[in-house]
């Protein structure tokens, strides 16, 4: 079944960058958008971006313009997402999610990764 | 952007009660919202999308209807396995914003 696997905690001082990938089975992978949703503890669901692996392009959250950056990488069926300059703030579970219609971007999110905690502390 | 307003914040109800949440947008979405459901330290999960239409595998007890700007997500029969947080998410454009989420407890 569909399935992304996202890569593990990860402590950071402030400055630093942070690449968190996701690693997707199951299904076609270029034929879905992927994107990236990140939860700072007792918050809201925040939406980042996504990324559409079959044309490579990405859609960025104007706060994160300048410091965010998401790959794919076809052959590894995984996407990555790269967010530098990090800050006290960036401190949040990140998640990938997969779009629910093939061929669309905007979509309903139908799978979720594991989820990565990301600490910002000096 | 289009803000994504939920009401209320939290609230309390016995099994077996029918519990509404609201999801109100600052501007028209067409029938572009989802609800999610996230249990305390876990992943979110995909309830409805299309303002109404049911994910596969989500008991029937869950149902979703609206338009425009205001959409509800409505428990018929409150169960203990529905304690979790609630949000919705307009995606019509980008940005895909998610609502502030109704915590839901059982009384």
């Known amino acids: 079944q569909a399935q992304l696997v996202q890569s593990g905690a990860e402590v950071k001082r402030p400055g630093a960058s942070v690449k968190v990938s996701c690693k997707a089975s199951g299904y076609n992978f270029s034929g879905y958008a992927l994107h990236w949703v990140r939860q700072a503890p007792g918050q809201r669901l925040e939406w980042m971006g996504w990324i559409n692996p079959g044309n490579v392009k990405t859609k960025y959250l104007q706060k994160f313009q300048g410091r965010l950056t998401m790959t794919s990488d076809t052959l590894a069926t995984a996407v990555y997402m790269e967010l530098s300059s990090l800050k006290s703030e960036d401190t949040a579970v990140y998640y990938c999610?997969?779009?629910?219609?093939?061929?669309?971007?905007?979509?309903?999110?139908?799978?979720w990764g594991q989820g990565t905690v990301v600490t910002v502390s000096s | 952007d289009i803000q994504m307003t939920q009401s209320p914040s939290s609230l309390s109800a016995s099994v077996g009660d029918r519990v509404t949440i609201t999801c109100r947008a600052s501007?028209?979405?067409?029938?572009?919202l989802a609800w999610y459901q996230q249990k305390p330290g876990r992943v979110p999960k995909l309830l409805i999308y299309?303002?109404?239409t049911l994910q596969s595998g989500v008991p029937s007890r869950f149902s979703g209807s609206g338009s425009g700007t205001d959409f509800t997500l409505t428990i018929s029969s409150l169960q203990p396995e529905d304690v979790a947080t609630y949000y919705c998410q307009k995606y019509n454009t980008a940005p895909l914003t998610f609502g502030g989420g109704t915590k839901v407890e059982i009384k």
């Open positions: 501007q028209g979405i067409n029938n572009y």
């Open positions: 999610a997969r779009g629910l219609s093939s061929g669309w971007t905007t979509t309903a999110f139908d799978i």
């Open positions: 299309g303002t109404s």
